[in-house]
């Protein structure tokens, strides 16, 4: 059978993980999507009006279908954690089983398994204040939002992800079923962004070095990948809460080794090299699909 995959963060058909999970799909897989409670209801409905058809066409012409939407929200790994003011709150009170765990519980009673883990969320409620600025509450929210819940996600999808074998056949036509699972990070962790603040930097240096032990874990315990992309600037609905994508996304243009705009399907496609059969030996790493900004050392 072809691949599974379960792809946290999809809401439009604008970010990442809408550009992931279709080139997941052109690859063969099938596609699950992890939606964030309060944005469950517009999203679901306009898959079903047909909003997103336009952006559901894959290169040989067939529409992606997206097996099950699940609600999910990554901040709380189980029903004990959930404070009783969300509890309440109107835009939760109509879905249940959105905790990591509970998500995680419903995936493998309807597919049993899955084969490929993508995290393509982030929050920081203080994005737009400097850190100096930063309050402690908006920090760790950040953190939690953007970083533990990658080590939720994958701590909980772990027991129904498929190992890895030893040795890949390349050549062979049935490619071996592996885990591999990936999030995407950006260069704000490691280079002054500013702009990125309210501790959204620090999320993603966590994330990343959180890629390095967890592929650690997860590789010599069940021999499942871990990578991170970092993905160069793109106008996704989370970015324009921002403020400053347009002026990122120029700054790239100009200064990039390649002077052209980054689609998102570039980062769709390197992401299914990193969950296939091809990208076996690859774990650990953080990948930059940035039209080579990271190797500038000055603007030009
Ligand atoms: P997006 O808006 O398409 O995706 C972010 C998603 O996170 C949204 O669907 C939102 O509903 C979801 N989300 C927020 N809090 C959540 C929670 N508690 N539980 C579950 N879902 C939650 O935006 P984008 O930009 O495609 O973001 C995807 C990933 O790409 C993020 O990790 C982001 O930091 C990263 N990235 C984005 C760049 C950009 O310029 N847009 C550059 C580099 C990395």
Not at 290 to 296: I, K, Q, S, V
Request: charged share 20%; proline share 5%.
């Amino acid at each position: 059978r072809g691949k599974r995959a379960f792809i946290a963060g999809i809401a439009d058909d604008n970010g990442y993980g809408w550009a992931i999970a279709k080139s997941l799909a052109a690859a063969g897989a099938e596609i699950l999507v992890g939606t964030w409670v309060p944005a469950l209801n517009i999203f679901e409905t306009s898959l079903r009006r047909g909003k997103f058809d336009n952006s559901r066409v894959l290169p040989d012409g067939s529409l992606m279908e997206i097996a099950k939407v699940y609600p999910l929200d990554a901040v709380f790994d189980n029903p004990e954690d959930v404070p009783e003011d969300i509890k309440t709150n109107k835009r939760y009170a109509g879905s249940s089983n959105w905790t990591v765990q509970e998500v995680a519980e419903c995936v493998k009673k309807d597919f049993g398994t899955i084969d490929i883990l993508v995290h393509s969320l982030a929050n920081g409620p203080e994005v737009s204040k400097p850190l100096l600025e930063t309050s402690r509450k908006g920090y760790l929210a950040a953190i939690s939002a953007s970083s533990y819940s990658y080590v939720s996600l994958l701590k909980h999808f772990i027991p129904i992800m498929n190992p890895g074998i030893t040795t890949w056949n390349l050549q062979s036509t049935v490619t071996p079923a592996g885990g591999a699972s990936l999030s995407l990070t950006y260069i704000a962790s490691e280079r002054i962004i500013p702009g990125y603040g309210g501790g959204m930097s620090s999320a993603k240096a966590a994330l990343e070095s959180d890629t390095r032990v967890l592929a650690f874990e997860a590789g010599r315990r069940h021999r499942i990948r871990v990578n991170t992309i970092s993905a160069g600037p793109l106008g996704s609905r989370a970015a324009k809460a921002i403020g400053f994508i347009d002026t990122m996304i120029e700054y790239s243009l100009a200064n990039a080794p390649l002077q052209k705009e980054l689609s998102a399907d570039e980062v769709g496609n390197a992401a299914a090299f990193l969950a296939s059969p091809l990208a076996s030996a690859i774990t650990g790493t953080v990948l930059y699909v940035d039209n080579g900004l990271n190797a500038m050392g000055v603007g030009v």
